[in-house]
């Protein structure tokens, strides 16, 4: 049986994003490019990332930064919130997203980002994104009964609270 793509599509990873993270297909939206580069965290592709970000803002990412994120992280789940444009005939397209992980000391957290893609000579780049900072409350617990909130239906104690 084939491995599910971790960027939740419910395709196997040889059907969904492999191909375009190998090079062997090209990804056809904004929110393809955005998938791939979200399985390409979770199988430590550092390489990728910056492959397929655009040659202009290259310079603003390290690989070995990139790289050592994507390893102490345990990537979870990716959850598209909103596109707009990034289609097969735009130039260009934001896709806003949520990407759930648990950090080197197993703490639980989102990176919500939107993500502004650019396409060139039929190719979807990654430009940049706006971090969007979590809503904080110091003096909130949550109940190892309750559901999870990272959205996975899960009880915390079986998801994020292991």
Request: charged residues 25%; contains cysteine.
């Amino acid at each position: 049986m084939n491995k599910l793509c971790p960027c939740g599509s419910n395709l196997s990873l040889e059907n969904c994003c492999i191909g375009i993270i190998e090079a062997t297909k090209v990804a056809q939206t904004a929110q393809a490019l955005m998938r791939s580069r979200y399985s390409a965290y979770t199988l430590l592709n550092a390489q990728y990332l910056i492959d397929s970000t655009h040659y202009s803002t290259r310079s603003n990412f390290s690989k070995s930064e990139t790289e050592a994120w994507a390893k102490e992280s345990s990537w979870q789940k990716l959850e598209i919130i909103s596109t707009h444009k990034g289609l097969e005939n735009d130039e260009v397209g934001e896709v806003e997203f949520k990407a759930f992980y648990k950090d080197s000391k197993g703490t639980p957290n989102i990176h919500h980002e939107k993500s502004v893609f650019k396409k060139e000579e039929g190719r979807w780049f990654y430009m940049n994104g706006k971090v969007i900072p979590a809503k904080t409350n110091d003096n909130i617990s949550i109940d190892r009964n309750a559901p999870c909130p990272c959205g996975s239906g899960k009880k915390y104690k079986k998801c994020c609270g292991l």
